[in-house]
């Protein structure tokens, strides 16, 4: 097991790597990157723009590199002085050469050295830090209600499989997975948020702007208070996929051989499902976590956070793209990529935990 889990990780950087370099190179050739948007910002002002005017603007004046190589090829760059272009580029990185660029940010990144963001003023491990827990929140909370739900569900619903209760649970299910979660959340605002009707639930951020003199189990019961409305809105179209997915496998496994020849020898329901079945079924059921973790804790949902005015690593990661702050994108890229190779080499080892009878070493993965 040693040896494959060191063969696992080893793979991980050429992994990084490739994603990293295929994502840097598309970037680049994509039009409209901060120094565009400098030059357009600047044609907007008045026409007797100066160097220093320029060059102590905030971080905030500006969006994200662009990828052009000199003054000449910005357009609406004609008119203004080529000292001005030149300061810009120099400012964002652009004055070097595309591969010299590169290899700055593969060298930069191997320690983890990830720059400041080019708009906000901050370094971007700052940023991430300070956006994390809005996406901790969200994301920890919502797989684990779902997971909490849907396996017990799908355990009940392959169980009593074709009763009325099969039936009614699946049509549930279905019929949250077809709601949008923006418009779900948005629904919740209206009746529980004072919206139209009651104002039971507050409407911004993790915490009361007093907060911080609450005793720490009012502080607790604050936060769990701010985030049942975004929760609700997250997981109303989560438990289709994996309660469908739990009820599949383990329908699957209870047709099996094994478990009539436990049947024929007097063991009770309960102890095949617990003690034979549920090992081999939930093997598909943990093959899904890492994605289903990682969708829900990274990506979370833009409109959601929106809503409920919650600025975690959605947002970030939409405004960072809009407005071309590449060491944000590559960094957030760089570090979640990471974390899911890292995740699914976990959901490997998860195998051997449940079925002991599975080793990877043997097969040579």
Known sequence: ?????????????????????????????APGGPVDQAVANMQGLDGNISLERVAGGTSGDVAAPSSRGN????????????????????RYGFDKPILTRYGEMLKNYITFNFGDSLFRGKSVLALIAEKLPVSISLGLWSTLIIYLVSIP???RKA?????????????????????????????????????????????????SPAASTYSLPH????????????????????FASLTMLTKNSFLDEINKQY????????LTEKKILLGHVFRNAMLIVIAGFPAAFISMFFTGSV????????????????????????????????IFTLLGLLLSLVSDLMYTVIDPRIDFEKRGV
Do not use: C
């Not at 793979?11 to 370099?21: G, M, R, V």
């Open 1 to 29: 097991m040693a040896a494959y889990i060191a063969r696992r990780l080893l793979l991980i950087i050429p992994t990084l790597w490739a994603i990293i370099t295929i994502n840097f190179f598309i970037v680049q050739i």
């Open 71 to 90: 003054a000449s090829t910005y357009r609406g760059s004609r008119g203004l002085d080529p000292e001005v272009i030149a300061e810009i580029e120099k």
């Open 153 to 155: 569900l799908g355990i």
């Open 159 to 207: 169980v009593k499989n074709g009763t009325h209760f099969d039936t009614w649970t699946s049509a549930a299910v279905i019929l949250g997975n077809a709601i949008p979660a923006f418009l779900f959340a948005i629904l919740l605002v209206v009746l529980f948020a004072g919206g139209s009707f009651l104002k039971l639930f507050p409407l911004r951020g993790l915490f």
């Open 219 to 238: 502080k607790i019961l604050d936060y769990f208070w701010h985030l049942v409305l975004p929760i609700l809105s997250l997981i109303i179209g989560g």
């Open 259 to 266: 478990v009539m020849t436990a049947r024929a020898k007097g």
């Open 303 to 334: 409109l959601i956070e929106v809503i409920f005015s919650l600025d975690g690593l959605g947002l970030l990661g939409f405004e960072s793209t809009m407005q071309r702050d590449y060491p944000v994108i590559f960094a957030t890229l760089y």
